[in-house]
């Protein structure tokens, strides 16, 4: 049956990433809100989800009710997820107890969907994740036909290699890129050279986004989750942003030497390490984590407490929670409101939209009510 003439087919724009945790939900977020400001109906989702709980009998994505909630989407501009990519759904995979079809789920899901003007997706870590399910960046790209964008963490300029080997199997589906975490010192290099060479490689750089040290930072809260830790004092404060480590193991003048160096640090130390404590709650500190699970003294808790720094305990030796603060620094997610806002500035500062419109084919004007 042939459909009705008013009947589009939905605009989809996929946001890709060379490597996890690269700046996707940040990228989209940040979008996401331009098109909002330029009047596009705009729906969002993860076919493949790498964060999700269980909620009434269906999988949430953390990241796309997050993204939702300050988008202020509606549930029906929220897309399934169709699939947590985790261990288990590998083995049943590899095993034969799941056979599904998620490229056909994919289509017959999407396709009946209330999509609004455009249908962002954000797609899995890499290139290659999802490949075992059909929902690869290629496959999902191919399935619902939808332009990628890709997001890629600035390291040096060889960071464009993966751009180069991205283009190639991603061919003109490929309609831009966003360069992320470019440090201040190296972004008039990384414009003149990286940027001009991409562009005459038919790679269009659609945002080259500067190194932000406060997107780059953790909550005391999630370094609380991460370690499994007491909160000693101050409980009402997790909401701080930790921006560095440093370990306390070096006797005390040097201990307030290095500390004063630093900003907005979370200090690793004994509990028995009363002097280091007592300097780090004198320097920019924003989390004592004590190990060995020994109590500070009195008049510690007492100092923290004015100074509105949290005391967090862990039942942990120092190096193994100094190896997973570490790692919550380099797998940082943006659930702050404080991230929120520098992602859109940064976005509205550094991002292309306009060109990106033109190379969708939308025309914002016509999204706009009429006066």
Do not use: W
Not at 43 to 71: M, N, R
Not at 149 to 170: D, G
Not at 176 to 204: C, K, S
Not at 222 to 237: I, K
Request: charged share 20%; aromatic share 4%; proline share 5%.
């Amino acid at each position: 049956m042939p459909k009705s003439p008013e009947y589009l087919p939905p605009k989809y724009l996929l946001i890709g990433s060379t490597e996890a945790y690269s700046g996707k939900s940040a990228t989209v977020l940040g979008l996401s809100y331009q098109l909002q400001k330029k009047g596009f109906d705009i729906t969002y989702g993860k076919p493949l989800g790498t964060c999700l709980s269980e909620s009434e009998s269906h999988l949430v994505e953390e990241d796309v009710e997050f993204i939702a909630t300050h988008l202020n989407l509606p549930l029906n501009r929220m897309t399934p997820t169709l699939l947590a990519l985790d261990e288990l759904a590998v083995q049943k995979r590899l095993c034969g107890e799941d056979k599904t079809n998620y490229r056909q789920s994919l289509v017959e899901q999407y396709s009946q969907l209330q999509t609004g003007d455009l249908m962002l997706l954000e797609g899995a870590g890499n290139l290659d994740e999802g490949s075992l399910f059909g929902l690869s960046l290629s496959e999902v790209a191919e399935a619902v036909d939808a332009p990628i964008i890709l997001v890629c963490r600035y390291k040096s300029l060889c960071s464009v290699e993966s751009l180069l080997s991205a283009k190639q199997r991603l061919s003109d589906r490929l309609i831009g890129v966003v360069i992320n975490d470019i440090p201040a010192a190296q972004l008039q290099a990384v414009n003149t050279t990286m940027r001009t060479f991409l562009e005459e490689m038919n790679i269009p750089v659609l945002g080259m986004l500067p190194e932000s040290s406060l997107l780059r930072s953790v909550s005391v809260r999630e370094l609380v989750n991460q370690l499994h830790a007491d909160v000693l004092c101050r409980s009402d404060r997790l909401d701080l942003m930790v921006e560095s480590l440093a370990i306390g193991a070096m006797n005390v003048n040097s201990a307030v030497k290095y500390f004063r160096k630093r900003r907005n640090m979370a200090v690793v130390t004994g509990g028995d390490r009363v002097e280091i404590q007592q300097a780090a709650l004198e320097t920019s500190t924003q989390c004592l984590i004590l190990t060995g699970q020994l109590p500070p003294p009195h008049f510690i808790l007492t100092r923290a407490e004015e100074l509105e720094i949290p005391i967090i305990s862990v039942d942990l030796d120092t190096l193994t929670t100094v190896e997973i603060v570490d790692k919550a620094f380099g797998q940082v997610r943006v659930h702050e409101p404080i991230k929120v806002e520098c992602i859109r500035q940064l976005m509205s500062e550094h991002f292309d939209v306009n060109r990106l419109l033109t190379l969708l084919g939308l025309n914002a004007a016509a999204t706009l009510p009429s006066s």
